[in-house]
């Protein structure tokens, strides 16, 4: 689950430097890119997610142990949840309309932003967890010896602890920044859009 290519892609040039119509039109191009990312990201684990299932299916019949069989299971189960959990997301909130109010739309994708914050901050227990738990039921159920299982779960867990790291450092670091980038277009689009205050001396 890497958005990293959108994230950069948001920050290629600094806000602060271009005049306001061009700070939106960029906006709007950089929220593009972000989406599509996102819906790459989507299809990417969906074919993955198929990948891994297809892979672990035969294992439900031919590993030896109870204990191996199981970790497939959940291991297949976990990837078609992820299938769910990706495209039921990407439905529940969908891209907001072209033609709606220029504020309504920075809004809206500021909105797109923080809901997948809170999705990669949940990565630890719906994403990694089950899957750790499903590589090491399989490892240990494959094992000759308890120090054969050890060492598999250990490589294991710093796989898992490498994409919990990655997630959660794209979420806390990298897209609290993309949002003030947002919030920085929504504000000059609202002081372009307020009315002048009253100006001049009066006697």
């Known amino acids: 689950m890497n958005i990293d290519r959108a994230i950069a892609a948001w920050r290629r040039e600094p806000l602060s430097d271009k005049d306001l119509s061009t700070h939106l039109e960029e906006v709007q191009k950089w929220t593009a890119t972000f989406e599509a990312g996102l819906l790459r990201r989507d299809w990417t684990e969906t074919f993955a997610a198929v990948f891994v299932s297809l892979a672990f299916l035969p294992g439900l019949v031919s590993f030896p142990t109870w204990l191996a069989k199981a970790g497939a299971l959940l291991i297949i189960v976990h990837a078609l949840g992820i299938i769910v959990v ?118």
């Open 86 to 203: 990706l495209w039921t997301f990407r439905k529940a909130h969908p891209e907001p309309p072209r033609d709606v109010p220029l504020l309504e739309f920075l809004a809206a994708r500021r909105e797109s932003v923080r809901r997948q914050m809170g999705l990669l901050k949940a990565t630890p227990w719906w994403y990694v967890a089950p899957s750790f738990a499903g590589q090491a039921l399989v490892v240990t159920g494959l094992s000759d010896s308890l120090a054969m299982a050890l060492v598999g779960t250990l490589i294991c867990g710093s796989v898992c602890g490498a994409v919990v790291w990655v997630n959660l450092r794209t979420a806390r670091v990298q897209m609290p920044a993309l949002l003030g980038e947002i919030d920085t277009a929504i504000r000059e689009l609202q002081d372009a859009e307020s009315p002048p205050g009253p100006s001049g001396d009066h006697d």
